[in-house]
Each structure stands twice: as C-alpha cells, then as structure tokens.
C-alpha cells in the first residue's frame, strides 16, 4: 500500500477543506473552509471548486480554484490575487 504525502496548502478536516489566502497587495490572510458535501462540483476527472474570496479588512480579492481527483484528493491549486498559506505557516 503506497501513502500520499499530505497537501502543503489544504487541510482535509471531517466533510471539509481548510485552507488559507494571503491577498495581495495587503498581504491578510482569510481563512477558508471547503465543504465536501456542497461545495465541490463535479467533473469527468473528480471535483472543481472556485471561491472568490474577499478580506474584511482590506477588501482585497482573490480567486480560489482547486481540482480534486475521483477520490477528492487536490490535485492542482491557483490562486488569481494573492497565494496559498502552507499548513505548516498556520499558527
């Protein structure tokens, strides 16, 4: 039986996704949590899903968009606006 690492920036956690974006130009970080259940759409190769993504206090924007494979493991990220913040940088 062959392990997968676990992803650098998406935190599987119960029905859910847990990932953070660091906008640009301000640089805060939003908090996000993918649902599993109504969220993920699917696609002839697994799952998408795409969140526009606003910080309160800046109001900066950026998009999210995540593909999954048929097991929802991720499999490709993009941010449009800003960066993934790796679990390990979490506090």
Avoid: H, N, Q
């Avoid at 935190?11 to 974006?21: L, M, N, S, T």
């Avoid at 799952?47 to 526009?52: E, L």
């Amino acid at each position: 039986m062959f392990f997968r690492k676990p992803d650098r920036y998406v935190k599987p956690e119960g029905g859910a996704y847990r990932v953070r974006v660091r906008t640009e130009p301000s640089g805060e970080v939003v908090p996000l949590r993918i649902s599993r259940a109504s969220e993920l759409s699917p696609t002839a190769e697994g799952y998408y899903v795409r969140k526009v993504v606003i910080a309160p206090e800046s109001l900066d924007r950026a998009v999210l968009e995540l593909w999954f494979d048929r097991r929802a493991r991720v499999v490709r990220r993009v941010v449009e606006g800003g960066e993934l913040v790796p679990v390990k940088e979490w506090e």
